[in-house]
């Protein structure tokens, strides 16, 4: 195995950790990945690719750690059964980001996929992580997911328009911070986030493969499945973490960290390090 190839399983490795570390957690793995992809210079069309199966392997993770819920939930799908209200509620919240993905994807892609924007994002996003939190947390009136109502869901994934809109953002913290508003602790609004990670990332995964079309050689092959193995095992513990994690502490370290990365990502663009 030549050299670079040992370079680009590496760089799969680091990006699999990025990925299932980032991913759930409210710091935005598009961010994060467009950061270090630029640090490791990981750019162009397999770079797009690679990205979009790491994060089937993240989504991989929510579906074995919550596949109770999830396939008990197909058991229950009359109207007014649990199982129909997850599913209808996670629909609904989908609608906005399905739509605004659709209509300003293009743009996105052109004038915000790089390491100045994302830095704003990280940074206003984990101020007003920091206010939502202190605001709305303690005022939570739904604390299991079972009980959202289609309003709330429906708004929610209005906020999740956020990540689609300015990346770096985070789908995550944009729909814990809409979860927070419409009354759910930040359990409830955390599992609610993995849930609608699924539908959202799996059509936006293969809407993107769609597109692709490209030919692969062995050691691109062998990338893609070593970083979507990465990517999964780390999603896993990372998403099992968090939720203990919820259970006793607020979300404030993870709003410094994003405005620390934020900050100094805006001090290395000032003086063109990057």
């Given at each position: 195995m030549g050299i670079e190839n040992l370079i680009l399983i590496a760089k799969s490795i680091i990006l699999g950790v990025v990925e299932g570390i980032t991913e759930f957690l409210p710091i935005s793995s598009t961010g994060h990945m467009i950061i270090v992809g630029h640090f490791i210079n990981f750019s162009g069309d397999f770079a797009k690719l690679f990205e979009i199966v790491i994060q089937l392997g993240a989504?991989?993770?929510?579906?074995?750690?919550?596949?109770?819920?999830?396939?008990?939930?197909?058991?229950?799908?009359?109207?007014?059964?649990?199982?129909?209200?997850?599913?209808?509620?996670?629909?609904?919240?989908?609608?906005?980001?399905?739509?605004?993905?659709?209509?300003?994807?293009?743009?996105?892609?052109?004038?915000?996929?790089?390491?100045?924007?994302?830095?704003?994002?990280?940074?206003?996003?984990?101020?007003?992580?920091?206010?939502?939190?202190?605001?709305?947390?303690?005022?939570?009136?739904?604390?299991?997911?079972?009980?959202?109502?289609?309003?709330?869901?429906?708004?929610?994934?209005?906020?999740?328009?956020?990540?689609?809109?300015?990346?770096?953002?985070?789908?995550?913290?944009?729909?814990?911070?809409?979860?927070?508003?419409m009354g759910l602790s930040s359990i409830a609004a955390a599992e609610f986030s993995f849930f609608l990670a699924i539908p959202t990332m799996i059509v936006a995964s293969a809407f993107e493969l769609l597109k692709s079309g490209s030919k692969l050689s062995r050691p691109e092959i062998f990338?893609?499945?070593?970083?979507?193995?990465?990517?999964?095992?780390?999603a896993i513990i990372v998403v099992a973490k968090f939720i203990e994690f919820l259970k006793t502490k607020p979300m404030k370290s993870f709003a410094v960290y994003r405005i620390f990365v934020g900050i100094i990502i805006l001090i290395f663009a000032y003086f063109k390090i990057i």
């Amino acid at each position: 195995m030549g050299i670079e190839n040992l370079i680009l399983i590496a760089k799969s490795i680091i990006l699999g950790v990025v990925e299932g570390i980032t991913e759930f957690l409210p710091i935005s793995s598009t961010g994060h990945m467009i950061i270090v992809g630029h640090f490791i210079n990981f750019s162009g069309d397999f770079a797009k690719l690679f990205e979009i199966v790491i994060q089937l392997g993240a989504i991989l993770a929510v579906i074995v750690l919550f596949r109770n819920k999830i396939f008990g939930s197909f058991k229950k799908l009359k109207p007014k059964e649990e199982g129909f209200r997850l599913w209808t509620n996670l629909a609904l919240a989908f609608i906005p980001v399905g739509i605004f993905g659709l209509f300003f994807h293009k743009i996105i892609e052109k004038y915000l996929m790089s390491t100045v924007p994302v830095a704003w994002a990280l940074l206003v996003g984990g101020i007003w992580m920091i206010y939502a939190e202190n605001k709305y947390r303690n005022n939570s009136k739904i604390q299991d997911i079972d009980k959202i109502g289609y309003k709330e869901a429906f708004i929610i994934g209005c906020f999740q328009c956020l990540s689609i809109l300015w990346p770096g953002f985070s789908r995550s913290a944009a729909t814990i911070i809409g979860g927070w508003i419409m009354g759910l602790s930040s359990i409830a609004a955390a599992e609610f986030s993995f849930f609608l990670a699924i539908p959202t990332m799996i059509v936006a995964s293969a809407f993107e493969l769609l597109k692709s079309g490209s030919k692969l050689s062995r050691p691109e092959i062998f990338a893609l499945i070593i970083g979507f193995v990465v990517s999964f095992i780390v999603a896993i513990i990372v998403v099992a973490k968090f939720i203990e994690f919820l259970k006793t502490k607020p979300m404030k370290s993870f709003a410094v960290y994003r405005i620390f990365v934020g900050i100094i990502i805006l001090i290395f663009a000032y003086f063109k390090i990057i």
